[in-house]
Structure formats: C-alpha cells, structure tokens
C-alpha cells in the first residue's frame, strides 16, 4: 500500500516538472501564459463571515486572500456587501480554475 | 553550455530526490525530533523574497508565486501596524478651526465645512478618528478624541455618508513631537479614513 502511494507521489511530480512547474527562481512573478509582476494583481472584496472586508484576488492558477487593515491595524467592516459575498473584478488570470 | 545545463539538472533531480527521501523517512519514524525539525524547515537551497501588493487602500502586503501556488499576507510592522502610504486618508482636519479648548461641540463654521467635505469625498464609507497633543491626562484625550471623532461623524451622518467606524486614540498615535508648539498643533486633528 505504500509503496502504491510513494510511487503514485512520483509520477505526480515527475509530470509537474514535464510541465514546467519545477523549481522557480523569482517568486515576484507569476510564470505562464500571462507572466507578470505580481504588485499588479487586480483584487475584488470578499465580506467574510464576520462581516469584515478581505482583499481576494484570482490570478489564475493561484489565489491570494488577504485582510483589509486600516492603518491602525483594525479590520475594515464596510457593509460594501452580505457576508460571504464578493464585489469587484477579481478574476484576472489568464486561466481561471 | 550542455555540461552546466546537465550538471544543474542532476543536481535538482539529487535534491528532489534526497527531498523525497526525507520525506519517507519523516513519515516512517513516527518520533522525528526536533533537530530533524529544524534541518528538515530550513530550505537552504531556496531563497523566498516575497514582493509588495499595495491594496486600493495603500497598504502593503507580501505577495509571493512559487510556481502553481501563491501566498500573501499583510505587511506589518514590528508594532503590528499595517504599512500603509498616504492614499485613503482623504481628510485630516486640525481641530482648533474645529473645535474649541477641551470641547467636542463642532463651531458652525466647522459644521459647514464638514457637510461640503463628505458630500464632495465620493467614497463608500468613511472611518473617524480623533487625536489630541499630549496636555492632559491620557484618560482625558482618549475621551476627548474619542467625544470630538463621534461629533464629526454624526455631521457625515447628517448628510448621508456612511459612517464604518468611529475611535480615539488620545495623544498616542502622534504625527508630529509634542516638544514644540506647532507640532503640538500637527496632532491635535480628527482624521476621516476613506474607503471607497
């Protein structure tokens, strides 16, 4: 049984390097079809459930998540939406999953 | 040129495959100690330089794409405040042409200065927050801010603007020394945080 699973491991990442995804050098860039700096991720906010703002961005095959802080540190809980919930263009990969 | 690309490409599938067999070994010694831990955490061969997202709000954040999964988190300083440029704060109003000595009554003129700033500002809603120099005890500016940042909002509510918070901080969050006069006068202020 695990020598099934180790194996099954290894042709798993052996066919990710066949796609390129092995090691990666410069982790400030997105790599693939739409190869950019990542400080021009475009977010939208998702409302959590505790009614409080997230940045939420969608670059394809990654995705990020992040607070929305004020400059004091607190979260922002604008009512811009119904918990769970997302407003604004987030999805700007060029191949969404 | 062939001989450093295959001396590269041996030394990764080395790597990979001495990964690999940590990997079995963690997962078969169920008592890993934390000296294996520590070597095992330690990711020589990689260096991670996150790069910076500044949010529509102007605060930074640590971005990072390792290839098919990304990792992000806020940038904070060691204090635990977020690193912010001066984007969405959109109005800082100095509180002697506001308010006078150690009241949180808003003079007329304020009045109408206020109502034409948050029917101009064109955001979502607005966060309100009271400062004050440090005369006084820190009880009493903590309460003033707090009492003076409260009368600021009610005028926003008065023409409709959404208010999403309403804080104080006293005389703890400065801008300026209270060493001399005119910095004194720099941090008594009520700053309104816009959100769009």
């Not at chain 1, 997105?30 to 939208?44: E, H, N, P, T, V």
């Not at chain 2, 640590?62 to 992000?72: K, N, T």
């Not at chain 2, 042409?97 to 200065?113: C, I, P, Y």
């Not at chain 2, 034409?116 to 005890?137: E, K, L, M, P, W």
């Amino acid at each position: 049984m695990k020598t099934i699973k180790s194996s099954v491991l290894v042709l798993a990442i052996a066919s990710l390097s066949a796609c390129g995804y092995g090691h990666k050098v410069d982790k400030t860039v997105d790599r693939g079809y739409d190869s950019k700096g990542l400080s021009q991720l475009k977010a939208g906010i998702l409302v959590n459930p505790d009614g409080c703002d997230t940045w939420l961005i969608d670059d394809g095959v990654e995705g990020y998540w992040m607070n929305r802080l004020d400059r004091y540190g607190k979260p922002v809980c604008s009512g811009r939406a119904a918990p769970g919930t997302v407003v604004g263009e987030f999805k700007r990969g060029s191949d969404p999953i | 040129m062939g001989k450093i690309f295959s001396k590269a490409v041996s030394a990764s599938l080395a790597g990979a495959s001495a990964a690999l067999l940590a990997l079995a070994v963690s997962s078969n010694v169920a008592s890993a100690q934390s000296t294996e831990v520590t070597a095992a955490t330690t990711h020589k061969s990689d260096k991670y330089h996150p790069g910076v997202w500044l949010d529509p709000d102007g605060c930074e954040h640590w971005v990072m794409d390792d290839g098919v999964e990304g990792y992000g988190t806020n940038r904070l300083t060691r204090q635990g405040l977020p690193v912010c440029h001066d984007v969405n704060v959109c109005g800082v109003m100095n509180t002697d042409q506001l308010f006078a000595t150690d009241s949180h009554r808003v003079s007329a003129s304020g009045k109408n200065r206020l109502r034409s700033f948050f029917q101009s500002a064109n955001a979502f809603g607005y966060t309100i927050v009271g400062h004050t120099d440090s005369r006084a005890s820190d009880e009493y500016n903590m309460r003033l801010s707090y009492n003076r940042a409260n009368s600021v909002a009610a005028i926003g509510n008065s023409v409709g603007a959404r208010i999403i918070d309403v804080r104080g901080y006293g005389e703890r969050m400065p801008v300026a020394s209270n060493g001399s006069a005119a910095g004194m006068q720099q941090n008594r202020r009520v700053e309104i945080l816009c959100f769009k």
